[in-house]
């Protein structure tokens, strides 16, 4: 089943064709980073107006570099929550055009679930149940799946998400956005014992919370301003980076401890950060876990895993009409059509 899949829901424009939720049949994404850099951080309503611009473009080179067309492919999918509102009703809507003008069905994808789903693209041998960790610039989730379809929440975070923290701490370090990056650079030079930084309590063990960390940052190099102190940016960056993976990975090998879970996934954009991969994978060996991390193409936005999920919701009859709407914020355990 071949499917074409659509992305939208932050500042990449995306599309794939996804064949039987596992093979990369083409994968097509246009960045609107460089733009967004000058002010420090994506603006929605430019990301929506660049979003139009892309859409069509992108669309065609999928199809055009998958050998086929819209009305060709069995299915067309498309990330419908959780994002910018402005920025997923122009992929939500061009979909849901091209679904009725080709006469395909159309399949609703939550974007967490999409992020998950990644994996199943680099390996082919991940089949549920296992416990995935989420973290990307809005979410840092630990989640269960059950199968394919079934999803439940064991942590989430109570403020900012780590990459949404990762930023904010990069621009007081003075990095251009997005900072996650740059910090991690900045942390291969660095002394990650130099500085000594919180790790935030929560109520619940698998919850997090990164926004005390951020502020710790903040205040810390505020100090050092008022002082006259010099900060060292390549130490603190690989403090913090250390910092947020350990929270990470703590917490996530305690959830699999708990639920004798020796299966367990990595996955979102801050899946790419080099700190964390290694973090995770000391904890995994150490624990006699299974592992799967994707690779660093498919831990940002992309259209490809959305088609990969989009695959599996298909079998479970989850399908859409046009009727469908765009959620800025929604529930990964029940998502509504």
């Known amino acids: 089943m071949d499917i074409l899949a659509i992305e939208s829901s932050c500042d990449e424009t995306a599309a794939a064709v996804i064949r039987d ?16 850099k000058l002010y420090g951080g994506v603006v929605p309503e430019i990301a929506s107006r660049r979003h139009c611009e892309s859409i069509c473009g992108v669309v065609n080179e999928a199809l055009e570099q998958a050998h086929t ?31 009725f003008a080709t006469d395909k069905p159309l399949i609703p994808v939550h974007h967490i679930r999409g992020h998950i789903a990644a994996n199943y693209l680099a390996y082919p041998q991940l089949e549920p149940p296992y416990l995935c960790l989420v973290a990307s610039g809005g979410h840092s989730h630990i989640i269960e799946v059950t199968d394919y379809t079934e999803f439940t929440t064991i942590g989430r975070t109570v403020d900012d998400a780590a990459g949404e923290a990762f930023d904010k701490a990069a621009r007081a370090m003075g990095f251009p956005y997005p900072g996650g990056v740059y910090i991690d650079k900045a942390s291969k030079l660095g002394n990650p014992a130099k500085y000594k930084l919180p790790k935030p309590h929560t109520a619940n063990p698998y919850d997090f919370s990164f926004s005390g960390l951020k502020t710790a940052v903040i205040n810390l190099i505020h100090n050092a301003e008022q002082k006259g102190e010099e900060i060292n940016v390549n130490s603190l960056a690989a403090c913090f980076q250390t910092t947020v993976s350990e929270i990470l990975t703590d917490k996530f090998i305690a959830a699999a401890n708990e639920r004798k879970v020796k299966k367990i996934v990595l996955a979102g954009g801050v899946a790419a950060n080099s700190g964390l991969r290694e973090t995770l994978s000391k904890a995994a060996e150490k ?10 193409s498919l831990c ?38």
Not at 21 to 36: F, P, W
């Open 69 to 99: 067309t819209a009305r060709d492919v069995d299915a067309i999918a498309v990330t419908y929550a959780p994002g910018l509102i402005g920025a997923l009703l122009v992929g939500v809507n061009y979909a849901k055009g091209l679904a």
């Open 21 to 36: 939720g596992r093979e990369i049949i083409s994968s097509v994404v246009a960045t609107q980073i460089e733009e967004h």
């Open 287 to 296: 624990n006699a876990m299974e592992l799967f991390i994707p690779p660093i």
């Open 300 to 337: 940002g936005d992309n259209a490809a895993m959305i088609g990969a999920q989009a695959f599996y919701e298909f079998q479970k009859g989850v399908i859409a009409d046009e009727s469908l709407n765009a959620y800025p914020t929604m529930s990964l355990d029940n998502p509504r059509i």
